[in-house]
């Protein structure tokens, strides 16, 4: 698969050569989760489409919800040789959106090559799923438990979720991944989770087959009006909008509906970015950007990345640099209400 797709690569920058060479890949999760799906999918293709055809090894550095690797990361600012790239979350970017005094990382210091928007999926047991009518009335009273990374990763979006909806969710927090959080699922220690696009195809859809979960909503996609729609891979599933206007007392407009939205872009509309560090020269940047252009675009890509990724865009050059701006960036009103219900709802403070 990954010769077919590489196989219209262009020649790209020929004064920058990586033959003989080992790139590290780091992402700061565990290996069971969406992210790590997500880059063993794009490492191998890396490896072919880069000049002299370096090997491409994932790195995982999981702890405090992503933080410590992307502070790791900072620390690799002033390595220019293009050996070492970072692949970022929502649940990297969150903290940084709140100030999160845990974040010593400054996206300004770092160059993204690749913008990858993605969806995800919840999903409960079956004895809960079936109850499901495309709204969350009959299911309020329900106790639930939810395996989290933490309230200001990527878990924000779905923990403000089922706060709109009127769902009692219990986090236990402390899980290093989403990965983590899918198999308390399976062991009956929690009773809802919710995925990512490319993990919920790989690691929950065999669930689903076989009887022992239910997906019921996607948290969907946006469209070019920038307006929430369904998932496109998942076209047959609610939009969480959907959900949330079926369901009494869940509203789509106000503070609480325009910070939803705008974590659900930081978190999902561009999810997962590859960076090079500041320090990394032009003809390396240039040989990145052209080798995941040449990914991208060839001729099999999008049916392979479906399959594994869904079916979403995945930006390169300048794309991906206005695509990282938008999602590292936060109007104060939406900011404060989000400090302001983590406070309330789990007695957290960015101080």
């Known amino acids: 698969m990954a010769a077919g797709i590489v196989a219209a690569a262009t020649q790209v920058a020929t004064a920058q050569d990586f033959a003989g060479k080992t790139i590290d890949f780091t992402i700061p999760f565990s290996e069971s989760g969406g992210s790590a799906q997500w880059a063993n999918f794009f490492a191998p293709l890396l490896s072919k489409a880069l000049p002299g055809g370096p090997t491409v090894v994932v790195r995982y550095r999981p702890g405090a919800g992503s933080t410590a690797g992307a502070n790791w990361f900072q620390g690799e600012q002033d390595n220019a040789s293009g050996l070492s790239i970072f692949g970022d979350s929502g649940s990297t970017k969150f903290p940084y959106l709140l100030g999160d005094p845990r974040v010593r990382y400054e996206y300004a210091d770092w160059q993204p090559v690749l913008a990858s928007a993605t969806g995800g999926v919840v999903y409960l047991p079956p004895a809960l799923g079936e109850r499901f009518d495309g709204d969350m009335d009959d299911l309020k009273d329900e106790a639930y438990l939810y395996g989290s990374q933490g309230a200001t990763t990527l878990d924000l979006v779905p923990l403000l979720a089922f706060r709109m909806l009127g769902l009692k969710v219990d986090p236990v927090f402390g899980v290093e991944g989403r990965g983590d959080g899918r198999l308390m699922f399976e062991r009956g220690e929690a009773n809802i989770d919710y995925q990512t696009s490319s993990a919920y195809i790989a690691n929950v859809q065999p669930l689903v087959d076989n009887g022992s979960a239910v997906p019921i909503f996607t948290w969907g996609a946006l469209n070019e009006a920038g307006e929430i729609v369904r998932d496109p891979?998942?076209?047959?599933?609610?939009?969480?909008?959907?959900?949330?206007?079926?369901?009494?007392?869940?509203?789509?407009?106000?503070?609480?509906?325009?910070?939803?939205?705008?974590?659900?872009?930081?978190?999902?509309?561009?999810?997962?970015?590859?960076?090079?560090?500041?320090?990394?020269?032009?003809?390396?940047?240039n040989a990145y950007t052209a080798a995941l252009n040449d990914i991208v675009t060839a001729d099999g890509f999008k049916e392979s990345a479906n399959e594994v990724l869904g079916a979403y865009p995945q930006l390169t050059g300048a794309a991906a640099v206005e695509a990282t701006k938008q999602a590292t960036a936060i109007t104060p009103e939406a900011k404060q209400y989000v400090l302001d219900w983590l406070k309330e709802d789990y007695g957290i403070t960015m101080e």
């Open 233 to 285: 891979t998942f076209p047959d599933m609610p939009s969480f909008k959907e959900v949330c206007e079926a369901t009494e007392g869940c509203e789509t407009s106000g503070v609480a509906w325009d910070a939803y939205k705008a974590f659900f872009v930081a978190g999902f509309a561009n999810q997962k970015t590859i960076f090079l560090p500041k320090s990394a020269p032009a003809e390396v940047v």
